[in-house]
């Protein structure tokens, strides 16, 4: 299989050596922008470097894509390949944000070759046998997951530490709701020590039914960052533990270290990212606004995405025509006019309220036949 990549996202590093001891090896056309992209091809044979990403446009014997990091001409790059309707494995990101995560889903919903995110540890086959173990049910009365990540700061300006705590946040997020949590309300409090310098952050997330959870982000000295991982459920607690490299091992609870999953088994649908970025999106504005956050998802597609702009726009519609009104009533009083001039006016102050029912008739006709 041959492979399209632009990456500069170190923890993409590890993957793509797995990608690489699949058999038959694949074949990898990298694009190399800059020399930092070299670094996650080390030990890596079969590359072809390639000075831009256009190229992976135009190179039809690329089978499927990967593109890891974050700039505006990767969410170019990623919305471009996407629609030439070919396999593309994205690594989400941060700073890509969630209006970037419901793009793509507009995208991924048309397309009708896969469109996946990558997240790292579900490639770690100890967390896969925790999950693997949930999912048969010996696992069983999840009540709680708790997750703790230190995070070293003695290299980081103060601006820079809330940028990596956020950056330990997403993937965190997808861990948590793939072991088990849902969350239906979420609350974010961040803490700041000597100099008003931050040091930690927390978020709870609750849920309404099913297993909740929260995360802890500390700031920590040192050069290597670590997590702790506990799930509390009816007949104990399995605590888990992530080494400086990345490994997770089970420091307490019943052996969860089968082989690792297949590599591309690692993915999952955007439409699961897209619900990580919600969860995400919450966790920042429950921080912006200092309250909780409640949760509401709905599929993204274009009819949803049709569906808002016409709710938005009614309301505008509406306002419009009831101040139209009044400012028609106030002439007509004020101003003897002919009655030729009032009927003109009056269909002027109807005329955006008819025209916004007629688009609304746009809706069934815009349905494709066989899809909801």
Known sequence: ????????????????????????????????????????????????????????????????????????????????????????????????????????????????????????????PVLAGVHAKREGGELAGLEHVELTRQICGDNLAPAELAAALQRGLLPDLDLLRWLGAEAARVTTLRTTGPGDRLWKQSVLLAADHGPGASWTGEIVAGTTSTARLQLRHSAGTLVLVEDAAGCWRAESGPDTTPAAPPVLATATPWADVVRVFEWFD????????????????????????????MTALGCGVLMGTLLLLLAYLAIAAAVPLPSGVLLVLRALVFAPLVIFLIVQLLLPLSRVPGKS
Do not use: N
């Not at 001409?73 to 030439?84: G, H, K, V």
């Not at 919450?282 to 702009?309: D, G, M, N, W, Y």
């Open 282 to 309: 919450a966790c920042e504005h429950s921080l912006e606004r200092r309250r909780t956050i409640e949760l509401h998802s709905e599929p993204v597609s274009e009819r949803t995405v049709f569906k808002t702009q």
């Open 1 to 124: 299989m041959r492979w399209g990549v632009w990456c500069d996202e170190p923890a993409a590093g590890p993957w793509l050596r797995r990608l690489a001891q699949r058999e038959p090896a694949p074949s990898f056309v990298a694009v190399r922008a800059t020399p930092a992209d070299d670094a996650v091809w080390h030990g890596i044979p079969q590359v072809t470097f390639v000075p831009d990403w256009p190229a992976l446009l135009a190179d039809r014997t690329i089978e499927a894509v990967l593109i890891a990091g974050d700039s505006d001409e990767r969410r170019a790059a990623i919305r471009q390949l996407a629609e030439q309707d070919r396999p593309v494995w994205v690594w989400p990101d941060a700073r890509q944000g969630l209006p970037f995560a419901y793009e793509v889903a507009l995208i991924a919903h048309e397309r009708t070759s896969p469109l996946w995110g990558i997240w790292r540890h579900r490639g770690d």
